[in-house]
Structure formats: C-alpha cells, structure tokens
C-alpha cells in the first residue's frame, strides 16, 4: 500500500451537492491527519485536522477510521467557492515528527 | 496569514546555472521548510530547518543545499540547476507543540530550468 494514496478525481459535482473523498494510509502509528485545500497555482492552506474518530467544520466533515486505515472528507451543500483540489496529509512517524507525507490530490470542480 | 514570503516568485534559469531561493518570515518560527511540488506527486520535503545554523534533510535533498543564518531567512541553493529541477518551491513554517505537523506554506517560486 503507498503511504498516502487519494481518489484521483476530478470530481465534477453540481452545486448544492453533498460529495466525499477517500484517503487511505499505510503508516497504522499516525495519530494525527490534515486535509488542506489548494487553489490552482496557490499554497496549500490548512483546512481541517483530525486527531481522533472525527471532526467536523460547518459544511465539512473529516472522518477517521483507524482499523481500515482511512481518512475522509465530506462536503455537504457544496458551493462554487469549494473548487479546488483537496490534500491529504499523514504525518510519517508518531504524534510530533516533523515529516509528513502528502497524498497527490483529489481535484473537485463545482457545477453551477 | 503566517507572514511568509517567497523571492523570487518566478524564475527562469538555465542548466547547469546556481540558483538560489529566499523566504522570509516574520513571526519567529522556529521551524522552516522547502518543498516542491510536482503533478503526479505530493508536496516532497526537500530540506527543513528546527532553528538557525540547523538544517537537515528531507526526502528529495540530492542537488540542493540550505542555509539559515537568521531565524526569519531559509535560503534553498540549486547548486547547478538541471531540467528535473523544473517545479513548484513551497516554503512552510510550523511550530512546536500541539500542531506541530500542521504546515502554513508561503506563496510559492515557480522555477523553470531550460
């Protein structure tokens, strides 16, 4: 299994739509996992950590499930502005290495 | 905002030239990296730095050097730049403690090697 591995995409998805990505990992020690959102030809930016089963923030949900080894995002009421290709991040060692690993990506486009 | 800057934010060189790539910060991190970013692959760690004059390296280090003099500055050295150096350079910061792994990136150098 690669270490981080992402739903390729794209993902085309109506407007107002409920859509869900999968990321799965291989390192069973990591404790902690990020999702970030990447506009085209801008930085990554932090968009949600997820330390235990889950969390969750307004529209989107970040889900975790340790014996399957996966994480996922979810976005409800999909709007215009959450285009963009979403990032997975799972840390190498245990809780506080400084080497993380980043999946590729999954692109979502929204479709008015 | 975590006060990140990139100089220069775009540049083309040609093979076999040194190059080198600033970024600055201005909110006294203590940890600094540089990544590039290629399609088909995640954001790699090149070098990353916990603290002036300590560096070390990441995953992808071979042809590249780093050097931080000065808490705010990490510099990236091309040493002499090939094609497969042709990428996008991120520079992020963390910080100790309960978010360490979390990563606040700067704007980005898009580098082309000819």
């Known amino acids: 299994r690669k270490e981080v591995e992402q739903d390729p995409g794209p993902f085309n998805v109506p407007e107002g739509a409920t859509v869900a990505f999968n990321c799965t990992y291989s390192?069973?020690?990591?404790?902690?996992f990020f999702w970030y959102r990447q506009d085209c030809r801008k930085e990554p930016k932090l968009l949600m950590s997820?330390?235990?089963s889950g969390n969750e923030d307004g529209r989107f949900t970040a889900q975790l499930n340790r014996a399957s080894q996966y994480i996922s995002l979810l976005i409800r009421d999909s709007k215009l502005s959450d285009s963009a290709t979403y990032l997975c991040?799972?840390?190498?060692?245990?809780?506080?290495?400084?080497?993380?690993?980043f999946g590729t990506g999954t692109r979502l486009t929204i479709i008015p | 905002d975590a006060g990140i800057t990139q100089s220069p934010r775009h540049k083309v060189t040609e093979t076999g030239t040194p190059v080198t790539l600033r970024c600055h910060q201005t909110?006294?991190?203590?940890?600094m990296y540089w990544y590039r970013q290629d399609p088909g692959h995640g954001l790699r760690l090149i070098h990353y730095?916990?603290?002036?004059?300590?560096?070390d390296k990441g995953e992808v280090s071979d042809g590249y050097s780093v050097s931080r003099s000065k808490t705010e500055d990490f510099l990236l050295t091309l040493e002499s730049a090939t094609s497969s150096q042709t990428s996008v350079y991120f520079c992020?910061?963390?910080?100790?403690?309960?978010?360490?792994?979390?990563?606040?990136f700067g704007p980005g150098t898009r580098l082309t090697v000819l």
């Open positions: 992020a910061i963390s910080e100790p403690g309960l978010n360490t792994d979390t990563r606040y």
């Open positions: 390192n069973s020690a990591s404790q902690s």
């Open positions: 991040v799972v840390p190498r060692g245990n809780f506080g290495n400084e080497k993380l690993t």
């Open positions: 909110e006294n991190h203590r940890y």
């Open positions: 997820v330390y235990s």
């Open positions: 730095s916990y603290g002036v004059k300590d560096t």
